[in-house]
């Protein structure tokens, strides 16, 4: 592709070319392309580059690089917005390849057609909601619940929406996928209008977003949470090995059925867990997988013929102490072979060989390991348009106010849920908690007012130690312990069957019928000044 005519320009942000080599990658940026989408599948008849040596070769050039494979002849309209969502991430230019470009170039065309069916060109907001997820969704309906009469808008590009949290119990064989899932029109509050694009850039000196297919909003407060970056491209051959070999994540829906066939059919081998750095959502995922994948084996009677290693890239188990010994119970029970300072840098699906760097004292080792079956928390991260905008604290996160989620330099921009830079625990406990008090906070702005409630930090961590049984970690701030139940009925430093309950039954109803309904059970926003 080293010919220029071969590259088709389609718009100042978008061109699209016929396959590339990896020599053409530095040609690409000489040229002052910023990012490159590969559209042609990797298991695609032809001699071509694999996506992950593309996308290597590219972050060497200091290119962004995003995989869209899209068959032939069988692009849907979900493949549209899979484009439109990796436009809108990317930096501009960006030049997308297939075999012969035909494929880029329709794909481009669906995510430009997607967001322009309803929507005129500029619009304005008492509130923009960037983020139609359980932050989003939730904050806007504890806001319209408050006051009809305010316009809203909700900026997400996705057809679905997931219960997260339950992808866990998914991998352990508690819940079927199709139950964590819902569609997303379903779930946008009636006053709410939805419009169905990514944010491109933020403009908060003159209170605009930007959405990749061309739309200006404006609005009189802002409200940001987009959730975070699953960053699967930072280990080397983890994209294309994920979903087969013995490779699986509960962090994608449709892996985590995957997580529980190979749980199923595993008798003996060597079984690996792995925790990246944080921050991660939900801090606790990587050990659940391990503990209730390590019940089932046992059940069936054969875990002792399973090596079970947990390799975490941080220094501890688990950050809050007091929880640590009924994990370490479980650890010693499921005879697992703990690895801290283990970060996972590369997978060899086909091998089944996975590499961590291990820190020894000073020193840093590459370690090989063999497996049978792994499974991998990816690395995580601010998104990119929100990590290359003006929001943005060093970390890459929206800089808030730890106390009132607004941001530290615009009154009028707040921000909750992953996203945000507060240093608390990521988990849906925090956004559930965070919600009403960015509502009560947004709609004071609205009004020129101060924020008028704060956010001790609460977050929740049920540790699903077994089937059957949780630990029920709950704290706030600096890692003070916040049970919401008295210690006489739960004891969340110690297994419990009622925590169990909580999880598996009372958790997801109250998620979909009361936290998206803008109900604030157990979570009324606490007043700033009272006791």
């Not at 020129?448 to 130690?465: E, F, I």
């Not at 157990?522 to 000044?529: A, D, L, S, T």
Request: hydrophobic share 40%; charged share 25%.
């Amino acid at each position: 592709m080293t010919d220029k005519q071969k590259i088709t320009k389609l718009s100042d942000s978008v061109s699209v070319s016929p396959q590339l080599a990896l020599g053409d990658v530095a040609i690409l940026a000489k040229a002052g392309f910023k990012s490159i989408i590969c559209n042609r599948p990797d298991d695609e008849d032809g001699d071509h580059p694999r996506s992950a040596a593309v996308a290597e070769t590219a972050k060497k050039a200091g290119l962004q690089f995003a995989y869209v494979p899209v068959v032939p002849g069988a692009m849907t309209d979900q493949d549209g917005e899979k484009m439109a969502a990796a436009l809108a991430d990317l930096p501009a230019p960006v030049l997308a390849y297939c075999r012969s470009g035909a494929r880029s170039t329709k794909l481009t065309d669906m995510a430009r057609q997607k967001s322009e069916k309803t929507f005129s060109p500029s619009s304005q907001y008492n509130v923009v909601i960037v983020g139609g997820g359980s932050a989003g969704i939730a904050t806007a309906a504890s806001m319209l619940k408050r006051d009809r009469k305010i316009s809203l808008a909700i900026i997400d590009p996705a057809d679905d929406h997931y219960y997260q949290p339950g992808w866990t119990m998914v991998g352990g064989g508690a819940f079927s996928a199709e139950f964590t899932h819902r569609k997303e029109k379903d779930l946008i509050p009636a006053r709410a209008q939805w419009i169905q694009s990514a944010v491109r850039s933020f403009d908060p000196d003159n209170n605009s977003i930007l959405t990749a297919d061309g739309q200006e909003i404006g609005y009189d407060v802002l409200i940001v949470c987009p959730g975070i970056k699953l960053d699967w491209e930072a280990i080397d051959g983890l994209p294309e090995a994920l979903g087969k070999n013995g490779v699986t994540s509960n962090y994608r829906y449709d892996l985590a059925p995957y997580t529980f066939r190979l749980v199923k059919h595993l008798a003996g081998g060597r079984a690996l867990f792995t925790q990246p750095p944080m921050p991660i959502k939900c801090a606790g995922a990587p050990q659940k997988a391990m503990y209730l994948s390590c019940s089932k084996w046992e059940k069936e009677g054969v875990l002792g013929d399973i090596d079970v290693q947990f390799h975490n890239a941080g220094a501890v188990l688990f950050g809050i102490k007091e929880y640590v010994p009924a994990l370490m119970e479980y650890v010693e029970r499921y005879d697992v072979h703990l690895n801290l300072e283990s970060r996972l840098v590369a997978v060899n699906g086909e091998a089944q060989i996975a590499t961590f760097e291990q820190k020894h004292g000073e020193e840093t080792k590459r370690v090989e390991v063999e497996f049978d079956m792994i499974h991998v928390v990816p690395p995580q991260m601010a998104p990119d348009f929100v990590r290359s905008s003006p929001l943005a604290a060093e970390s890459g996160f929206v800089d808030v106010d730890p106390a009132t989620l607004r941001h530290s330099k615009y009154a009028n921009i707040f921000s909750l849920g992953d996203a945000c830079s507060a240093p608390n625990a990521k988990t849906m406990a925090a956004v559930r908690k965070q919600a009403p008090i960015v509502a009560v906070n947004a709609l004071a702005a609205l009004e020129g007012k101060p924020p008028v409630a704060d956010y001790d930090g609460y977050g929740s961590c049920p540790l699903t130690v077994e089937r059957g049984k949780v630990v029920l970690a709950e704290f706030g701030y600096g890692g003070k312990l916040l049970p919401s139940f008295p210690n006489w009925l739960i004891d969340g430093t110690r297994p419990s069957r009622l925590s169990w309950l909580l999880k598996d039954t009372i958790l997801p109803p109250v998620y979909w019928h009361g936290m998206l309904k803008g109900r604030e059970w157990m979570v009324k926003p606490h007043r700033i000044g009272a006791e």
